[in-house]
């Protein structure tokens, strides 16, 4: 069984048990459970439920792991060739980290 479920503005496909990294979540604390509503589209054993736009009574239970997680360094380098213009900058996303419970249709 696995759902499609939005998280933040990002789709995401889930399954029980599944470690996911999503858009950093405020006020999340560690063994917090949080619960997503926006359940898209449900797969239960070969029958397939698409929601307009989302399924009715559909939801997505998971546990958050690390309520705060940074991504690899982003490098931004931009340059104008015979300009003397240079910039490098960089970017860390942060993250949550949660772990699928149950999928509930």
């Given at each position: 069984?696995?759902?499609?479920?939005?998280?933040?503005?990002?789709?995401?496909?889930?399954?029980?048990?599944?470690?996911?990294?999503v858009?950093?979540?405020?006020?999340?604390?560690?063994?917090?459970?949080v619960?997503?509503?926006?359940?898209?589209?449900?797969e239960?054993?070969?029958?397939?439920?698409?929601?307009?736009?989302?399924?009715?009574?559909?939801?997505?239970?998971?546990?958050?792991?690390?309520?705060?997680?940074?991504?690899?360094?982003?490098?931004?380098?931009?340059?104008?060739?015979?300009?003397?213009?240079?910039?490098?900058?960089?970017?860390?996303?942060?993250?949550?980290?949660?772990?699928?419970?149950?999928?509930?249709?």
């Amino acid at each position: 069984m696995y759902a499609i479920v939005e998280i933040n503005g990002q789709q995401f496909k889930v399954e029980e048990g599944k470690k996911l990294f999503v858009n950093h979540i405020k006020d999340s604390e560690e063994g917090q459970t949080v619960e997503f509503d926006k359940v898209l589209l449900v797969e239960n054993g070969g029958s397939v439920t698409v929601g307009a736009p989302t399924v009715e009574g559909a939801k997505v239970v998971a546990e958050v792991k690390k309520p705060l997680v940074k991504g690899e360094k982003v490098i931004v380098f931009k340059m104008k060739r015979r300009k003397d213009y240079r910039k490098k900058n960089g970017h860390r996303q942060q993250f949550t980290e949660v772990v699928i419970k149950s999928v509930n249709a």
